[in-house]
């Protein structure tokens, strides 16, 4: 059974730092597709940014580019986003997601991690 476990959320001033994680298990995950999205409240969900596990090619929404970087480790099945010069509207719950290889829309999902950003 997959499951992604999030973490590192939590309460950060403007300007501040986070590294949120997520432990990917359940299956060998070399292939998939692994992403960041996150909802503020009364908002839809939206993309942040993915990683490809095989090649490492990484995407940003351009409201992240240049403040945010998705990395993985393939030994420890976990990928990160590390999220600088936070700003109040990166208020939200963050959710790691996993696509299966071929495949463009997310199979699986984690449970959030909340992320609030104090101006």
């Known amino acids: 059974q997959v499951q992604l476990v999030e973490s590192g959320g939590g309460l950060v001033q403007a300007g501040g730092s986070l590294r949120l994680s997520c432990a990917a298990s359940?299956?060998?995950?070399?292939?998939?597709?692994m992403g960041w999205f996150r909802q503020a409240p009364g908002k839809e969900r939206e993309f942040v940014a993915s990683?490809?596990?095989?090649?490492?090619?990484?995407y940003y929404a351009d409201s992240v580019k240049d403040r945010f970087t998705i990395s993985g480790d393939n030994a420890k099945n976990t990928v990160y986003l590390q999220m600088n010069s936070l700003k109040p509207e990166d208020t939200a719950l963050y959710y790691c997601?996993?696509?299966?290889?071929?495949?463009?829309?997310?199979?699986?999902w984690g449970q959030g991690t909340q992320v609030t950003v104090s101006s």
């Open positions: 359940g299956r060998t995950f070399s292939s998939y597709l």
């Open positions: 990683i490809r596990w095989s090649g490492g090619r990484t």
């Open positions: 997601a996993a696509a299966m290889p071929g495949r463009t829309s997310y199979d699986y």
